[in-house]
């Protein structure tokens, strides 16, 4: 990281990745601060930031309310032996939160990422949205793709097979009138 903190084309963006460059110097301490208080009762201070950044909202199946308003919740339970860490603790709104006592159980296979079990035995896989969507492939820039045709040459795979449709009338050929409605006699019965 630091190569490109003295980069010259990148103007005004030095100190951005300067002070990114230290805090992924310093991962491994940050992340040690997040396990800094495992036996306590409540998520505070850095993992409770840090969870609610990683997650964004409920981690209920469909939920949407924010991470911000709600329980930072132990997967297992903490008056079970749960430690308060990063791989045991969770936003869950008040009703998600609840419904674990609703015979709903709730694990945690890997950090960040909940699997719910209803009591009907229904699985629902859980994980908060990235806070940032993936980057878009690069534009491929004009002409035609690798393995591509470009225009020409499918003018000229047309033309071999068939020379009508491509050098055919510009508009659509007139169409018949209508036929003449006359006047419907009334004393025949009907054709059905």
Known sequence: MQRFAADPVLGDWHGLLAEIAAQWARRDELRARLAAHPDARFARGPLADHIRARDRYCCGPGCTRSARSADLDHTHEHSRGGKTVEANIGPGCRRHHRD???GWTLTQPEPGLFRWVSPLGRVYLTRGEPIRPDLPDLDPGPGPHPGEESDVQA??????????ILDGPGAD???PPPPRAGPAPHDEPPPF
């Open 155 to 164: 003018e000229r795979r047309l033309r071999r097979y068939d020379r009508k």
């Open 173 to 175: 050929p007139l169409r």
């Open 100 to 102: 674990k006592d609703r």
